[in-house]
């Protein structure tokens, strides 16, 4: 079963304007993390974003934050006031925190920022 | 945070040919992986590299074709044995420095190609 779905494979937004990129997974562990990266054209993964099961409040990183619904089992990334180097892929991912507890990642999501 | 380097960059083989990979991360970690990513596709998780023993393989990955080693905390490789043309991807080291924790870095990744 697919752990982690992003159905968006890809999104365009205005310079400068909001956009939400859609993460559902799936768990019955008690305890995971869910992380956002971004990955642009060179191939670094980069980690933008971190929320533990546990924790109450939404995760928040300067531009990014992350609308946590656990009840829903989504984790949307927000970035706000996007910029054109926001352009690359979006990956969610999860840990469940029995097991291996290694990352298992979404399928992505293109992003596009337009001037 | 930890920083993670990843020799080579990337290569061309050739069909029926190894490559070892090398991963260096600046501090002591916990856990390494490393991950796949072929063309277009998301991040696969090969393995979880065991400091002082046999590294634990994902199901379709074995141990003859993705032999990999930990000799201490900062350092891993794996090697990509007689190689073909569907083995070109990217390959990604991964550490995280304690078991359950909010980030887990990424080296900056070996693309390989398999003529």
């Known amino acids: 079963a697919q752990k982690i779905t992003q159905t968006q494979p890809g999104m365009f937004v205005q310079e400068k304007e909001a956009v939400t990129l859609d993460c559902t997974y799936d768990t019955s562990d008690p305890s995971y993390g869910l992380f956002w990266y971004k990955q642009p054209s060179s191939g670094e993964m980069i980690f933008l974003i971190y929320q533990g099961s546990y924790d109450q409040q939404n995760a928040t990183e300067g531009r990014y934050s992350l609308n946590f619904q656990k009840a829903r089992k989504s984790a949307n990334l927000v970035i706000s006031a996007s910029q054109l180097g926001d352009s690359a892929m979006y990956f969610c991912?999860?840990?469940?925190?029995?097991?291996?507890?290694?990352?298992?990642f979404g399928s992505g999501t293109r992003l596009q920022v337009q001037p | 945070s930890a920083v993670i380097s990843q020799k080579p960059s990337r290569d061309i083989c050739q069909r029926g040919t190894s490559l070892t990979i090398q991963c260096q991360v600046d501090s002591q970690v916990t856990m390494m992986f490393w991950y796949r990513q072929q063309p277009g596709q998301s991040l696969t998780l090969i393995a979880t590299?065991?400091?002082?023993?046999?590294?634990?393989?994902e199901s379709g990955f074995v141990i003859d074709k993705f032999p990999i080693s930990r000799p201490n905390l900062t350092f891993s490789t794996l090697t990509v044995s007689n190689m073909s043309p569907e083995d070109s991807s990217i390959y990604l080291c991964?550490?995280?420095?304690?078991?359950?924790?909010?980030?887990?870095?990424f080296g900056p990744g070996t693309r390989l190609t398999v003529l």
């Open positions: 991912a999860m840990r469940e925190d029995t097991g291996r507890r290694a990352l298992t």
């Open positions: 590299a065991n400091q002082g023993s046999e590294a634990t393989y």
């Open positions: 991964s550490a995280r420095q304690r078991l359950s924790t909010d980030t887990q870095y």
